[in-house]
């Protein structure tokens, strides 16, 4: 993602190539694999998902289980959605406004990535290494 919103921001005009349509798509499927993975760790094999699930209504009043239960989970598919619709628009976009559109669209998926991380110092967060 990180790499198509650089060759979207770069200076001057320029052409879209295939090189951007691969740098798009890619991004895209990097996106759809964190998606099905997440989605794994989320119903299957999560045990704050499991026992937010077991009581929704004392999880929403635990900072740490919320986050993970319902805020993490909804800035994701966000990030999800704007990738997407992105994606579209792009493609069906005239050539001259297809790098401000990229460049729009992914940033914002960017952002509500990183909203959603489990950043230290936050009441749900994780340390950035374990050792």
């Known amino acids: 993602m990180l790499w198509t919103i650089l060759r979207a921001v770069l200076p001057g005009p320029r052409a879209w190539t295939p090189a951007d349509d691969r740098s798009l798509r890619l991004s895209v499927i990097s996106l759809d694999v964190q998606f099905l993975?997440?989605?794994?760790?989320?119903?299957?094999?999560?045990?704050?998902?499991?026992?937010a699930m077991s009581?929704?209504?004392?999880?929403?009043?635990?900072?740490?289980l919320r986050f993970f239960a319902?805020?993490?989970?909804?800035?994701?598919?966000?990030?999800?959605?704007?990738?997407h619709v992105g994606a579209v628009r792009i493609r069906k976009a005239a050539?001259?406004?297809r790098h401000r559109l990229a460049a729009i669209f992914f940033i914002l998926a960017l952002?509500?990535?990183l909203a959603s991380i489990p950043w230290p110092g936050l009441p749900a967060g994780r340390p950035l290494f374990r050792l």
């Open 37 to 51: 993975l997440g989605l794994l760790l989320y119903f299957v094999l999560s045990p704050f998902t499991r026992e």
């Open 95 to 97: 050539p001259e406004r």
């Open 70 to 83: 319902v805020e993490h989970v909804a800035g994701m598919l966000i990030a999800i959605t704007l990738a």
């Open 111 to 113: 952002l509500a990535v």
């Open 55 to 64: 009581d929704m209504g004392a999880a929403m009043r635990s900072p740490g």
